[in-house]
C-alpha cells in the first residue's frame, strides 16, 4: 500500500498493491497492519457502510461532531466519484481548504478522512457503489452538513453544466462561517 498525503497532509490517498493478470486481479482493501505502518496511524473502524448512487448525485458535505466525530476510510466499488474533503477544524491553518481526488473502481484507490473533516461526493459515472469505514458510529444527533456549493469553500464539482442531485438535507446545508 503507498500512503500519499494530498495538500492538506492529514487526508492521505491509498493506493493499494493489485494483484492482476488475464483470470482478474487480488489486492487487500483493508489491512491494519498495513494501514498503520503506511500512515502512521492507529484507527479502530466502528462500522462499514455501503452506498450506491446515480451519475451526478451529490452527497454531503457531512461531517458529525463531537464528541461523535468520525474518521472515514472511503473506496469505490463500481462506478467513479469525485471524493472531497474540508478542514472544518476552526484552529486549524488549512481552516476552510478542500482536497478531491477521483476514486473508482478502476484505480482502486482509498482517502483517509480524519475527524474534524466534512466529507462529500460527487457520482460521474452512471452509478457508483461507495464503502467506507467509520471511526464512530453514526449519531443523527450529531450530523451536520455543510453547503455543497459554499462560496468561501468554492470547490471545484466536475458538474460540467450540469445540476447535482440533492438529498433534502444536503439541500439544507449550512455555510462554512456558521461554523467559527
Known sequence: ?????LAIAEVILLTPRVFGDERGFFFESYNQRAFCKATGLTV??????HSRSVR???RGLHYQIAPRAQGKLVRVIQGAVFDVAVDIRPDSPTFGRW???VLSADNKRQLWIPPGFAHGFLTLTDSAEFLYKTTDYYSPEHERCIAWNDPDLAIAWPLEGTTPRLSDKDQRGA???TLR
Open 44 to 49: 479502530e473502524f466502528v462500522q462499514d457502510n
Open 1 to 5: 500500500m503507498q500512503a500519499t498525503p
Open 99 to 101: 482536497v478531491g481526488e
Open 175 to 177: 455555510a462554512l462561517r
Open 56 to 58: 451526478g448525485v451529490l
